[in-house]
C-alpha cells in the first residue's frame, strides 16, 4: 500500500479525497467561526463575513416619493450619508460616484447598481435643493432625507453616525461618516468602502460581484 511520507509514489484516492474535503473544511470553518471571508478578494469594498440585516425605515425622496427599505431589494447599492453644505467629503465622494457609475456604463452595468444620497441635515435640505445637488452629479443618483429618528434608526443600523456641532451666528455644522455603505440585492449590508476612494477599483468590485452573485 503507498503510504503518505513517500512522495515519489501515486496517493490512493481516498486519500486525495480526504484531504479535498479537510481542505473545504478548513475553509467553512475559518469563514463560520473565525470570520474569514474566503470569498473572491476586492481591492476597494470591505466585505463581512455575513451579511446583516438593515432595520426598516422611512425617508422621503426629493420627488416627494417614500424611500423605504425595500428600494433595496433587486439590485446592488452604494448608500452614502451627508448633507448639500457639506465642504469637501461630499463633493468628493460624490464625484467618485459619478465616476463609478461611468465605469459601470462602460460595461452596461450602469442599472445593475443603484447609488443613493441621504442628507442628514434635513433641516436645510428641503427636497428642491436635495434633488437638484444630487443630479449635478449625476441625474440618476436617488437623493432622500428624513427624520432625525428615521435618520439615526437607520444609521445605526448600518454602523454609522453623524452629529451637529453649533457654530458662530446660530448656524452648525454636521459631522457624518465618510464611509459608502454597500446593500445587497437582498436589501442586507454586506460590506463598506472607506476613503480613500478609487472609482475605478470600485468599478472593478461591483463587477466582480455582479458576475459572481446573480
Given at each position: 500500500?503507498?503510504t503518505?511520507?513517500n512522495?515519489?509514489?501515486?496517493?490512493?484516492t481516498?486519500?486525495i479525497?480526504?484531504a479535498?474535503?479537510?481542505?473545504?473544511?478548513?475553509?467553512?470553518?475559518?469563514?463560520?467561526y473565525?470570520g474569514?471571508?474566503t470569498a473572491?478578494?476586492?481591492?476597494?469594498?470591505t466585505?463581512?463575513?455575513?451579511p446583516?440585516?438593515?432595520?426598516?425605515?422611512?425617508?422621503?425622496?426629493?420627488?416627494?416619493?417614500?424611500?423605504t427599505?425595500?428600494d433595496?431589494?433587486?439590485?446592488?447599492?452604494?448608500v452614502?450619508f451627508?448633507?448639500?453644505?457639506?465642504?469637501?467629503?461630499c463633493?468628493?465622494?460624490l464625484g467618485?460616484?459619478?465616476q463609478?457609475?461611468?465605469?459601470?456604463?462602460?460595461?452596461?452595468a450602469?442599472?445593475?447598481?443603484?447609488?443613493l444620497?441621504?442628507s442628514v441635515?434635513?433641516q436645510?435640505?428641503?427636497?428642491?435643493?436635495?434633488?437638484?445637488?444630487?443630479?449635478f452629479?449625476?441625474?440618476?443618483?436617488?437623493?432622500?432625507?428624513g427624520?432625525?429618528?428615521?435618520?439615526?434608526?437607520?444609521?445605526?443600523?448600518?454602523g454609522?453616525?453623524?452629529?451637529r456641532?453649533?457654530?458662530?451666528?446660530?448656524?452648525?455644522?454636521?459631522?457624518?461618516?465618510a464611509?459608502v455603505?454597500?446593500?445587497?440585492?437582498?436589501?442586507q449590508?454586506?460590506?463598506?468602502?472607506?476613503?480613500?476612494?478609487?472609482?475605478?477599483?470600485?468599478?472593478a468590485?461591483l463587477?466582480?460581484?455582479?458576475?459572481?452573485?446573480?
Open positions: 500500500m503507498t503518505l511520507h512522495p515519489g509514489r501515486t496517493l490512493p481516498y486519500l479525497l480526504i479535498a474535503f479537510a481542505a473545504g473544511l478548513g475553509l467553512w470553518l475559518g469563514s463560520r473565525f474569514v471571508d473572491q478578494p476586492l481591492q476597494a469594498i466585505r463581512f463575513p455575513a446583516r440585516a438593515v432595520v426598516d425605515f422611512q425617508l422621503t425622496r426629493s420627488d416627494g416619493k417614500p424611500l427599505r425595500n433595496f431589494k433587486g439590485r446592488w447599492n452604494l452614502f451627508g448633507f448639500t453644505n457639506c465642504p469637501d467629503i463633493p468628493n465622494t467618485v460616484l459619478k463609478v457609475r461611468a465605469e459601470l456604463a462602460k460595461a452596461g450602469a442599472d445593475q447598481v443603484q447609488v444620497f441621504i441635515d434635513p436645510r435640505d428641503q427636497p428642491e435643493t436635495l434633488g437638484r445637488y444630487a443630479a452629479y449625476d441625474p440618476g443618483f436617488v437623493a432622500a432625507t427624520s432625525d429618528e428615521e435618520l439615526t434608526r437607520l444609521t445605526r443600523s448600518l454609522l453616525v453623524y452629529a456641532t453649533p457654530a458662530e451666528g446660530g448656524n452648525y455644522s454636521v459631522d457624518h461618516s464611509a455603505v454597500l446593500i445587497d440585492p437582498q436589501a449590508q454586506t460590506g463598506l468602502i472607506r476613503p480613500p476612494l478609487n472609482p475605478a477599483a470600485i468599478g468590485d463587477l466582480t460581484l455582479l458576475a459572481t452573485r446573480r
